[in-house]
C-alpha cells in the first residue's frame, strides 16, 4: 500500500531552466509535508516543508505547490544547477497523532545537464 | 553545531551474528527516529523513540530487531541473527520537540550481510 507516489523515476533539466518534482499521495489525514534531496552513500537533506494548510511555500530557489483536492504537491526549482543533480524524496507525516513517522515516496532521480 | 552521528557507517556481519547501529542526534533533539532503505527503494520507517520511552515500532519487524534511546548515551538499533536481507541502508533521524514534523538525517550505516 503506496501512500506517497513518485511516479518519475527520473527527470533531466537543462541548467538554468525550472526543474518540476511531482508527488501525489492517497491518505487525506496528512497534514505535513516534506522534500528531501540525497546524494549517493550520504543521508536525505530536509529542503522544504509545507503544511495541509497552506498551499504555496518558498525558500529561495524551492517552491513547493499544494493541491489538496487533488492529493498532488511538487517542488519547483528554479533555476536548476548542476549541484542540484541527486535523488529526491517525498515524504508525508501525520504530525499531531500519536506517531510523528514519516511517509516516503519511491524518490525521483534529477539530472541537470550543464 | 554538528549534525545527527551515526557509526558504523559501514558493517559487514555473517549470517547469524548481531548488528549494533549507533545514532547520536543533534544537539537539543529528543525524538530519534529509524528508517530503512533497501536496495532500489525509498526509506522505510521503522521505529520512533523518545528519551527512554519507545513511541511507534509499528515498522520494526517482530522477531530479531529491537531499538532503545537510553537516558544517556546515543540510540540502539540491535539486529540479532542478521540474514541476507537485512543488508540494507539505515538512517536515523532526529527532531526537536517544537517542529517534531521536520526530522534531520545521518548519513546512515549501511549494512551488508554475508
Known amino acids: 500500500d503506496q501512500q506517497v507516489k513518485q511516479n518519475s523515476p527520473s527527470l533531466s533539466v537543462q541548467e538554468g531552466r525550472i526543474s518540476i518534482l511531482n508527488c501525489d499521495y492517497t491518505?487525506?489525514?496528512?497534514?505535513?509535508f516534506l522534500w528531501y534531496k540525497k546524494y549517493p552513500a550520504e543521508g536525505p537533506t530536509f529542503l522544504i516543508s509545507i503544511s495541509s494548510i497552506k498551499d504555496k511555500n518558498e525558500d529561495g530557489r524551492f517552491t513547493v505547490f499544494l493541491n489538496k483536492s487533488a492529493k498532488h504537491l511538487s517542488l519547483h526549482i528554479v533555476p536548476s544547477q548542476p549541484g542540484d543533480s541527486a535523488v529526491y524524496f517525498c515524504?508525508?507525516?501525520?504530525?499531531?497523532?500519536?506517531?510523528?513517522?514519516?511517509?516516503f515516496g519511491t524518490g525521483t532521480l534529477l539530472a541537470v545537464q550543464p | 553545531n554538528a549534525g545527527v552521528m551515526q557509526n558504523p557507517r559501514h558493517l559487514v556481519r555473517r549470517r547469524g551474528q548481531e548488528a549494533r547501529l549507533r545514532c547520536s542526534p543533534m544537539?537539543?533533539?529528543?525524538?530519534v527516529y529509524w528508517y530503512r532503505q533497501l536496495p532500489e527503494e525509498g526509506l522505510k520507517f521503522m521505529v520512533y523513540l523518545q528519551k527512554e520511552n519507545i513511541i511507534d515500532e509499528s515498522g520494526m519487524p517482530k522477531e530479531r530487531f529491537s531499538a532503545e534511546f537510553p537516558k544517556e548515551g546515543p540510540s540502539i538499533l540491535r539486529i540479532q541473527q542478521v540474514v541476507r536481507g537485512d543488508s540494507a541502508a539505515y538512517f536515523c533521524a532526529s527532531s526537536p520537540l517544537q517542529t517534531a514534523y521536520e526530522q534531520y538525517f545521518g548519513p546512515g550505516t549501511r549494512l551488508t550481510v554475508t
Open positions: 491518505n487525506s489525514m496528512f497534514d505535513y
Open positions: 515524504a508525508a507525516s501525520l504530525y499531531g497523532g500519536a506517531t510523528n513517522k514519516l511517509i
Open positions: 544537539k537539543g533533539h529528543s525524538h
